[in-house]
């Protein structure tokens, strides 16, 4: 890849892209980066997606899994072709990737899908390799992989990811909990880097949400409308039906009415001001009985 190679970037929002670190932003600026915010993918969104995709011509393409799937899937629907663009490669982050999802998103844009893990909290933590294992970008981050007691377990057993991350000048992360699971490879590469893996990551479900009006979104338009809130410790978002969404919040302290207000109006920006929005103080968060953290679930088709 060259500096001043296009780019096409489906993510959150500029809010977020400006949280990103610096690297991020000094290579945004050399980069011809366009943003196309993956949270409201309405029909119309995907065709206008599909249109600035065939005329910017990426040469990489860099997102969610599920936003580049919705994006191939519109324009296979639509029998417009991506696959004669030139994209070399498409990066893939912030969620966990299936395979479905990959052979998809290569068909689409007949390129190979490189897989990432990290992106928006911490910077890229690990980078696939060719060989397909996941190597931690070790230099500069620590991750540890810690029981449900905060206790790191040895290379192989299964807990949740948290990183420490030393190069970020802005704000250090120390032990951030990425509230991901995964575990740490026991054996070398086939690829003879002598990165460390991480293997078995199983990501936080986001799954799409639909808003009153049929906007579909990604879960993490929700996500940070509570995440950010210094004193939610945990939350689960449940869209039971179009018309109702309750929202289950850990909070130390406990919400005062301003902010519960502010949480129903960042809610019914998003799906509708019909939409009844149930806030629930919990204890704790109980995961899925997979053992899998699932934060947002749609139980709307
Ligand atoms: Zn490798």
């Not at 000048?169 to 002598?194: K, M, S």
């Not at 005062?256 to 939409?275: M, P």
């Amino acid at each position: 890849m060259d500096i001043g190679d296009r780019e096409a970037v489906l993510w959150g929002s500029p809010i977020e892209l400006r949280a990103q670190d610096r690297l991020r932003r000094v290579r945004d600026a050399l980069l011809r980066t366009t943003l196309l915010p993956a949270f409201a993918m309405s029909p119309a969104r995907l065709a206008h997606y599909v249109e600035q995709l065939r005329r910017l011509r990426p040469r990489m393409l860099f997102g969610y899994p599920s936003a580049l799937c919705r994006i191939a899937s519109h324009a296979q629907e639509h029998d417009v072709p991506l696959d004669g663009l030139g994209v070399k490669v498409a990066f893939v982050t912030a969620e966990r990737l299936y395979e479905e999802q990959r052979a998809q998103i290569a068909a689409a844009f007949s390129c190979p899908v490189a897989n990432g893990y990290g992106g928006r909290d911490a910077g890229f933590i690990a980078h696939e390799c060719p060989d397909g294992g996941m190597h931690i970008t070790a230099e500069d981050i620590i991750v540890e992989i810690v029981d449900a007691g905060g206790q790191p377990l040895p290379a192989g057993r299964t807990g949740q990811i948290v990183v420490t991350h030393l190069a970020t000048q802005d704000y250090p992360f120390i032990r951030y909990a990425t509230g991901d699971v995964g575990a740490l490879g026991t054996a070398p590469c086939a690829c003879g880097r002598g990165l460390p893996l991480l293997q078995h990551i199983e990501g936080r479900s986001t799954d799409f949400l639909t808003a009153v009006d049929g906007t579909v979104m990604h879960g993490l338009a929700l996500v940070y409308i509570v995440r950010e809130l210094p004193q939610v410790r945990g939350f689960k978002i449940i869209q039971e039906s179009l018309l109702r969404t309750r929202v289950l919040l850990v909070c130390l302290p406990r919400l005062d009415a301003a902010t519960r207000a502010a949480i129903v109006s960042g809610f019914q920006a998003r799906l509708g001001a019909q939409v009844d929005i149930s806030i629930e103080e919990v204890d704790e968060i109980a995961a899925e009985a997979s053992g899998k953290y699932r934060y947002v679930v749609s139980r709307v088709a």
